[in-house]
């Protein structure tokens, strides 16, 4: 296969297979919800990406949940959902599970049913 018909198959990948969320993401500014290994979920939009889902991310709302330590004898602690803000980050590949468009923006982008 010659270099230009393998960029040719790469950049058709990009646009119609399941990395087009990521090229839609970059081209059109829009957030996605990033699952990662540590049970962690990102929000963020995506300003760069490769093959292997490397990413740089900006304005990254970090969400996860946290159980609170009890002591002997007490009741279970409910868990507690956290967050934080990271302006600029990169996120190795190896660490994502799945990649969403926005649910939120998704669903008022959708037609009313009829």
């Known amino acids: 296969m010659t270099p230009e018909e393998l960029a040719k198959r790469e950049e058709e990948e990009f ?18 919800l990033i699952n990662c290994r540590n ?3 990102l929000l963020a939009r995506i300003k760069a990406f490769d093959r292997h889902c490397n990413m740089v991310l900006e304005n990254v709302r970090e969400m996860w949940t946290e159980l ?4 002997k004898g ?19 590949g190896d660490s994502v599970i799945l990649v969403v468009k926005n ?6 982008q959708q037609p009313p049913a009829p």
């Open 74 to 92: 007490k009741k279970k602690a409910k868990a507690v959902s956290r967050d934080k803000y990271i302006s600029k980050m990169f996120l190795r």
């Open 68 to 71: 609170p330590k009890t002591g």
């Open 15 to 32: 646009t119609t297979g399941p990395m087009s969320v990521l090229t839609q993401s970059v081209r059109n500014n829009t957030q996605v």
């Open 103 to 108: 649910p939120k923006e998704a669903v008022r």
């Open 39 to 41: 049970n962690r979920k």
